[in-house]
């Protein structure tokens, strides 16, 4: 299967491609239809949301160390740039057929940047765990409680299964852009095809994912409430099961950018000295990137003008080691994306599965990694926050599973018993939830053929999913102290 830019820059809308009335740019506007994607991100609630959700480093007081926000900010910009050096490549190289093409590229991966964090719950990646850890701890570890009917041996029971047990913020993104950012209709940000087919960094439903598989399976890239999105997306970029070469590139700035800056933040948190840091790296990689990276940084460093001593020092070293490891492997990935050009374009996977890891950059990249989580992540402050934020989660949805589990069907006839629900403490509990989540809610119970349950779970979890870090904790206590 190979795959052709005239597809993959999809320019047709989600609800366009699912049969709804087209988008109408404005006059003389200007941008193009992935300029427009970039301004709707931008100017979205979720992404809003993002200045007060975890990065590393939960309820962070210190303006200076990142959250979600800044993070995604970071991919972005380093994602425009990498995709702009890959597009004139491939310009040079005549696989693009105009400097509009190209513009779309970068437009597309500065949005994907934006985009890729959008699902995270609070507490970052320990939030992922403690939604999924919820579902293990009251419908066992694999999921035999979930749903108590024929739905547990359906063709489709592992996915039903596997998207809770094995929750994955990725997935809740394309959830988020394409259905529950409620505005006029049902989809979401009605992004252009082209963008949400890059947005996709995994490719794999929840029962098809491999630990052991490529890098692209190992974990869930989508519900089944948006499989029909994904089958739509596919057919009309072409890409098949394949990963987008964007994605690729987008995957890449993630990568550099967490792996280089946790260390920064690290090193200004006060977790760690910049003398570990330097010993880590001189000792694990073996490639003598580091040594050449961290030789470039105390040249600019101590031959400054103004002095620096102590901890002032260390946050230099750290900063610029950030800007010049990431310039070094940039450079090291454009020439991987360039080498292992024909093979993204026939949807292949790469041998090492990604381009950091088919790149020169590999070692330095993988040993700032380790670094981060032997000594950052795992630091005793991180570690009482993300357990702080573990009860949290667990306890809202405790709280609000139980009006989810009992709210009666949009579909059913008794008006009576939605009236009667409203006066429990149940329907009390579920009109608490969002406005937003219960339309969609409720909408999907109307025209979905996937069993009612499922969508009851998802309910909680789009509520949860959308709180910022300080919301959770402030509803939390309100709920459980007040």
């Known amino acids: 299967m190979a795959l052709d830019w ?14 709804g009335r087209a988008s109408t740019p404005l006059e003389e506007d200007g941008r193009s239809h992935f300029d427009r994607d970039h301004d709707r991100t931008v100017f979205s609630t979720p992404f809003r ?3 007060d959700k975890t990065q590393v480093f939960p309820l962070e007081p210190n303006d200076a160390v990142r959250t979600r926000l800044t993070h995604s900010m970071e991919v972005s910009t380093l994602a ?9 490549w491939m310009l040079r190289e005549r696989h693009l057929e105009s400097n509009q093409q190209a513009m779309d590229i970068e437009a597309i991966a500065t949005t994907c940047g934006l985009l890729h964090d959008l699902g995270n719950p609070p507490f970052g990646h320990a939030g992922e765990e403690a939604i999924s850890s919820w579902f293990k701890k009251n419908f066992g570890e694999k999921g035999q409680g979930l749903y108590p009917g024929a739905e547990m041996a359906s063709a489709r029971g592992g996915q039903l299964r596997n998207d809770f047990l094995l929750f994955e913020g990725n997935a809740q993104t394309l959830r988020i852009v394409s259905r529950l950012q409620l505005l006029a209709d049902s989809y979401g940000l009605n992004l252009t095809v082209g ?9 794999a439903a929840s029962d098809e994912t491999s630990d052991h598989g490529p890098a692209d399976k190992k974990k869930p890239g989508y519900f089944a409430s948006e499989q029909d999105k994904v089958d739509l997306i596919r057919s009309l970029t072409g890409t098949g099961t394949a990963r987008n070469p964007i994605a690729y590139l987008v995957e890449a700035c993630d990568d550099m950018v967490y792996a280089t800056v946790d260390i920064e933040d690290g090193v200004k948190k006060g977790l760690v000295s910049w003398e570990e840091v330097e010993a880590f790296l001189k000792e694990h990689d073996s490639s003598g990137m580091a040594e050449t990276v961290l030789k470039s940084v105390h040249r600019y460093i101590d031959g400054s003008d103004t002095p620096l001593e102590g901890r002032a020092r260390d946050e230099a070293l750290a900063q610029h080691f950030r800007t010049v490891a990431i310039g070094d492997a940039k450079r090291e990935i ?3 994306f360039q080498e292992h050009y024909e093979r993204l374009m026939q949807g292949e996977v790469l041998a090492q599965g990604d381009l950091i890891g088919s790149s020169g ?4 990249i993988k040993v700032c990694k380790r670094f981060g989580g032997e000594r950052v992540y795992n630091a005793p402050e991180t570690l009482r ?8 989660i667990h306890g809202l949805m405790d709280i609000f599973w139980e009006g ?6 949009p579909m059913d006839p008794d008006i009576d018993a939605r009236k009667n629900f409203n006066r429990r403490p149940e329907g009390k509990v579920y009109n608490l939830l969002s406005r937003n989540y219960r339309t969609a809610f409720e909408s999907a119970c109307r025209r979905s053929s996937l069993p009612p349950r499922y969508h009851r779970f998802q309910l909680v979890t789009d509520y949860v999913c959308g709180m910022t870090d300080t919301f959770a904790c402030s509803l939390h206590e309100q709920l459980t102290h007040g």
């Open 80 to 88: 425009r740039g990498l995709a702009r050096g890959a597009a004139r």
């Open 404 to 409: 989810a589990r009992e709210c009666p069907l």
């Open 49 to 51: 949301r993002l200045q």
């Open 361 to 364: 950059a590999a070692r330095l």
């Open 385 to 392: 926050l993300e357990t702080l934020g573990r009860r949290v």
């Open 195 to 203: 963008t949400l087919s890059a947005s996709m960094k995994y490719t």
């Open 334 to 336: 454009l020439k991987a």
């Open 6 to 19: 005239k597809t993959l820059l999809c320019e047709t809308r989600i609800r366009e491609a699912e049969g």
